[in-house]
């Protein structure tokens, strides 16, 4: 009964190769995110959608897509992987409705997935 | 935007003894301030968060304080334990943005036994 689940935990790739890492939540949530915790441990937003719609979309490469079948699911396509792509990437979700001028509320993360770029 | 710069980056106490975390954010428009936790090898789980209407907040051995007019959040452990060794991050979400949060670095504190 995981509250927001990530496949695969762990991966390890190949430059140049194309992945995926998919998401899903059953909080009943309306709002999912991506974050990148890079070596130095430092959490910085990807981006986030609400209801299936995009909401905040940081300066990503364009090989990052994320994508979102529903709102309990928001998967992460990445193409043409590179050797600085590797990092852990977390799947989150909260209640919020993403709209501009909302109060906040509490974000829950995944496990994380290990992306080993080689 | 947003910016969060958090104090100290690594911070070592003996068991027992109290450990304090300091945030200060640029937006004075953010109202909301979380605090995370996260383990080696796990994922950031919330322990306290506070609002912008609220200067205080306890929870058991836990404190967060704010101060909107200076822009800046601590955190407070108290009879800290070797269990609460790991990395704490505060955040802060501008308004405008609606819940995107902007982490600040960490602070890796050690809990000596």
């Known amino acids: 009964d995981t509250a927001v689940s990530q496949t695969p935990k762990y991966l390890v790739t190949q430059m140049g190769n194309d992945k995926s890492i998919k998401c899903e939540q059953n909080?009943?949530?309306?709002?999912m995110y991506w974050y990148k915790q890079d070596s130095k441990k430092f959490l910085k937003i990807m981006f986030s959608?609400?209801?299936?719609?995009?909401?905040i979309n940081e300066t990503v490469p364009n090989r990052f897509s994320p994508k979102s079948p529903d709102k309990a699911h928001l998967n992460l396509h990445i193409n043409s992987l590179e050797l600085g792509d590797s990092a852990v990437y977390f799947c989150?979700?909260?209640?919020?409705?993403?709209?501009?001028?909302?109060?906040?509320?509490?974000?829950?993360f995944g496990e994380g997935s290990w992306l080993t770029v080689v | 935007g947003e910016n969060v710069e958090q104090h100290p980056s690594t911070l070592s106490v003996q068991e027992g003894d109290s450990a304090v975390i300091k945030c200060t954010y640029s937006d004075s428009a953010s109202n909301y301030f979380p605090w995370y936790k996260q383990e080696l090898g796990k994922r950031p789980q919330l322990i306290i968060d506070?609002?912008?209407?609220?200067g205080e907040k306890k929870d058991q051995r836990i404190a967060v304080t704010l101060n909107k007019t200076a822009k800046h959040f601590s955190l407070h452990i108290t009879e800290t334990q070797p269990e609460d060794s790991a990395v704490y991050f505060c955040?802060?979400?501008?308004?405008?943005?609606?819940?995107?949060?902007?982490f600040g670095a960490g602070t890796i504190l050690r809990v000596k036994s």
């Open positions: 989150a979700s909260s209640q919020e409705s993403g709209r501009p001028g909302g109060s906040g509320n509490t974000i829950y």
């Open positions: 506070i609002r912008s209407n609220v």
């Open positions: 909080l009943g949530h309306d709002t």
């Open positions: 955040a802060a979400s501008p308004l405008q943005y609606g819940n995107k949060l902007v």
């Open positions: 959608y609400n209801n299936k719609e995009l909401i």
